[in-house]
Nanobody, 123 residues
Framework: QVQLVESGGGLVQAGGSLRLSCAAS????????MGWFRQAPGKERESVAV????????YYPNSVKGRFAISRDNAKNTMYLQMNSLKPEDTAVYYC????????????????WGQGTQVTVSS
């Protein structure tokens, strides 16, 4: 199985950028469908970016499309989430997750989770 550790969260002003990292150990990220999820207080966990095992396909919900980008460095066994043009409504705990199966966007479909990293966007 894989272990995941996120980093890169913090406080940023609206319109700013952050890059989150998800370092994996135990197995290679290319063995999994990989996703980034977020959960704001009182809200359900939602996907913000998903990448297939091959890395050839990605998914973004409309709320972040054009602003967020998921990527993967196989040599470092690390996944990234570049977040641009951040908005206060992007404030949440962000998680990376791995799914030992085909493409999926629901958090319940994922098998392995990092501990989460807080992103706070001030207005």
């Amino acid at each position: 199985q894989v272990q995941l550790v996120e980093s890169g969260g913090g406080l940023v002003q609206a319109g700013g950028s952050l890059r989150l990292s998800c370092a994996a150990s135990g197995r290679t990220l290319s063995s999994y469908t990989m996703g980034w999820f977020r959960q704001a207080p009182g809200k359900e966990r939602e996907s913000v970016a998903v990448m297939t095992r091959s890395g050839s396909s990605t998914y973004y919900p409309n709320s972040v499309k054009g602003r967020f980008a998921i990527s993967r460095d196989n040599a470092k066994n690390t996944m990234y989430l570049q977040m641009n043009s951040l908005k206060p409504e992007d404030t949440a705990v962000y998680y990376c997750a791995a799914r030992d199966g085909p493409f999926g966007v629901e958090w319940s479909q994922y098998d392995y989770w990092g501990q989460g990293t807080q992103v706070t966007v001030s207005s």
